[in-house]
């Protein structure tokens, strides 16, 4: 299930720079078009405040895979794992860096996993080929998730 739901979000990231003819895309767009399969059909389990930054096709791809491995633990065991949770996105830039955050809250109650597992450090990977940082921080009100990058590399032609 967890192969299936990465090639399905690797599809979907494909199809956004092909309406966008592998050109830039905008980050709002991005983390909606990520985020659409985990969406609730009643209400919106999901409040995104997003910048109007374009970002390059090399950043689509590991943006979208990051925010898919988010939403498949938030369903696994966060947030999107009852009725009751939400999960803010906020997505800033100054002048260097953008930080997007993930903060989830009204799931379950949280605790730092004993051990790394592979979606964790798919997501370390994936920032580091922007050459950014992610923080994943265990409150027990939800998970907490922090990516940082320089806005240079998001502006990068793919090669």
């Not at 050109?23 to 995104?48: Q, T, Y």
């Amino acid at each position: 299930m967890a192969v299936e739901s990465r090639l399905v979000a690797l599809g979907r990231a494909h199809d956004l720079l092909l309406q966008a003819h592998f050109a830039n895309a905008k980050l709002a767009d991005v983390i909606r078009f990520a985020i659409e399969p985990f969406e609730g059909r009643d209400a919106s389990r999901f409040a995104v405040q997003a910048t109007a930054l374009e970002i390059g096709a090399n950043a689509v791809l590991p943006i979208t895979l990051s925010l898919n491995e988010l939403c498949t633990n938030a369903v696994k065991y966060g947030a999107l794992s009852n009725g009751a949770g939400r999960i803010e996105i906020r997505a800033a830039v100054d002048e260097k860096n953008l930080r997007l955050t993930w903060n989830e809250s009204g799931g379950p109650l949280v605790s730092e996993p004993t051990r790394r597992s592979f979606g964790t450090r798919l997501i370390g990977r994936l920032a580091e080929q922007l050459h950014g940082d992610a923080r994943l921080t265990y409150q027990p009100a939800g998970l907490v998730y922090e990516l940082e990058v320089p806005v240079s590399a998001l502006r990068t032609s793919a090669v």
